[in-house]
């Protein structure tokens, strides 16, 4: 594999694929003596729509059984550490977009958490889409490029969306319901100033109606929200996780069931103006 070097960042370029690479940070810190911080995935995204889009979003399979197999790597019931930076970079890479008049062919947006690789370290993937002849857009892949140099602060300037829990506001969205490219956590999160951790679109969250009589709600959605509230918690030390509905996508039984799931669990509940 090849690999790149600029200050403090390493570039890795191989022809594989990239949901399979499991433990790379960990790999490269044998290999090389070098600790590692943060893992940003660059990669193409496909899209049933075919519609151009940049992306960005956090890995896992949280919902998958043990003994089942991910399609996309990863391993059943596990969450990456959400890296930091996801919140501030979605709205700095749609000022970007708009400058180099991307949008609105481009769509701007987060997608709801979802395969490998397995990695240690605060992780996200960021995203050119969704067809051959977009993933060759030379305009796009710039705005990628000068996401990534700003963002790492590379040119110089401070880098963008490092944690400080003593500075700044405290909490941090955890995205409950919604389809996949999560566009009521998105509007959201746009705001200045909000952090993010996991999004759990609907798949993250089976659930199985209760029969007549019985009370029990199977499925693993407990263990998608445990581990989802679990490595977003890790990411943010000193912040305060909470949960964000998209009520329009559960049944009344399944919001209910969710609520009183996170109120045994001590995790609070806001709507959007608590994040701003």
Known sequence: MKSFVNQQTRVIQHDGSIVKEDDLDSRWE????????EVIFLSRHTAVSNRPALTLHPIGVLHLKE????????KPGWAALPSPRIGPWLRLLKKMAEAHSLVPEFEITLEGTHHGP???????????????????RQDAAQVMALL????LGLGGGEAVGNWNSETGKRKVLLGVGGGHYAPRHMDVVLKDDVWVGHLLSGYSLPMEEPKPGENHIGGTWRQSIQAAFEATKASFPGGEIVAH???????????????????E???????????T
């Open 118 to 136: 397995i990695t240690n370290k605060p992780t996200m993937f960021l995203e050119i889409g969704s067809t051959e002849e977009y993933w060759k």
């Open 245 to 263: 509905f998209d009520h329009k996508s559960f049944k009344g039984w399944q919001k209910k069931a969710i609520t009183e799931f996170l109120a």
């Open 265 to 275: 669990q001590n995790i609070n509940v806001g709507k959007p103006n608590d994040f």
């Open 148 to 151: 990534m140099w700003e963002g």
């Open 30 to 37: 044998e290999a090389t003596g070098e600790a590692v911080d």
């Open 67 to 74: 003994g089942e197999s991910p399609p996309q790597g990863g």
